[in-house]
């Protein structure tokens, strides 16, 4: 099975010491984000888990401890975009997240680390021209340790409509004119483009729109088949593999104006006062009333030998 960090808030940018502590213990507990007093207990063992995804803006507070997820297959999404503090207030500059990208390919593998540039915001400081160029530089500095780029257009959640109002959907003129140009700059620095949840008439050469976390992006990266269960979609058209996520949604401290994970930056500091890096929950304790179910956990490698295989 897959364990997944990133679909709920950022673990490595926020929770990495406490992220490690359920590494050591090999257990986390989950609440159940419209059912809080239902508690979902995870093992951390790599003889059920197959692979431990990450989607962060900021890889760096994990890079130093890798080493102890050496038993473990691991798969990073690292966002990068070109905005300032007046959409992504506390994400760390574009250079230093480059860096860290670097840092981290350089460890686990380019095949293990993918570049996001999403949301895609148009406005009247990041235009389309300004996009264009941000995607440029950004390949370039990117080329040779990543060959993946996930690209999305902003989505208008009313959490995203709440505390973005001046936010508004990029037409899909803008949105081709946008992925020609970020295609012809993925054409020079080998880079394969996934769409996220896009109109699949925006695929092109080194364009695709088969999902950014699917089944078979994760099976190149792990240089394995799997065999998965079948499962519910995050949203339709989506055929990532998202589901078993240990975070907790209102938790994510960099304060993006477009996230859809966080009601607002009052609820998500309330939430951050209750962390305890050695609770094997997120955020609080469990409770009195709570009820635990473990999770039903299987490896999902497929290690039949094929003839093709063989050849």
């Known amino acids: 099975m897959i364990l997944n960090t990133g679909s709920r808030t950022d673990i490595p940018a926020y929770f990495s010491r406490w992220f490690f502590n359920r590494v050591a213990d090999e257990s986390v507990l989950v609440r159940n984000p ?22 962060t ?7 130093d401890r890798l080493d102890e997820l050496s038993a ?18 506390f ?46 530089s950004m390949s370039a500095a990117l080329e040779g340790w990543t060959d993946q780029c996930v690209v999305s257009f902003l989505d208008l959640y009313e959490k995203t ?22 295609t012809e700059s993925a054409e020079r ?31 190149d990266a792990l240089g394995s088949r799997l065999i998965v269960p079948k499962h519910k979609e995050a949203r339709p058209i989506c055929r990532c593999l998202l589901g078993s996520d240990i975070g907790a949604y209102n938790t994510c401290g ?13 609820t998500v500091k309330r939430n951050l006062s209750l962390h305890n890096p050695d609770s094997a929950l997120l955020i609080g304790h469990l409770k009195p009333d709570d009820i635990v179910t473990q999770a039903d956990q299987k490896s999902w490698k497929d290690r039949r030998i094929r003839m093709e295989d063989l050849l």
Not at 37 to 53: E, F, G, M, N, W
Not at 161 to 182: H, T, W, Y
């Open 57 to 63: 803006k900021n890889p760096a507070p994990m890079l």
């Open 254 to 266: 960099h304060g993006c104006r477009y996230c859809y994970a966080n009601y607002d930056r009052k």
């Open 189 to 219: 620095h080998g880079l394969q483009i996934h769409l996220c949840c896009e109109n699949s008439a925006l695929v092109r050469k080194r364009v695709d729109a088969d999902g950014c976390f699917s089944q078979k992006v994760i099976e």
């Open 72 to 89: 473990f297959d691991t798969f990073w999404h690292v966002t990068i975009t070109p905005y300032g503090k007046d959409i992504e207030p």
């Open 161 to 182: 409509k709440r505390n973005f109002p001046e936010a508004a959907s990029v037409g899909m003129d803008d949105q081709e004119r946008l992925i020609d140009a970020f």
């Open 91 to 136: 994400v760390p500059p574009v250079s230093e997240t480059l860096d860290s990208f670097r840092k981290l390919s350089a460890v686990i593998g380019k095949n293990r680390v993918v570049w996001r540039y999403d949301p895609v915001v148009l406005t009247e400081r990041y235009d389309v021209r300004c996009h264009i160029r941000a995607f440029e």
């Open 34 to 55: 419209y059912n809080p007093h239902r508690v979902t207990s995870y093992q951390i063992d790599p003889a059920v888990v197959d692979l431990i995804t990450f989607c």
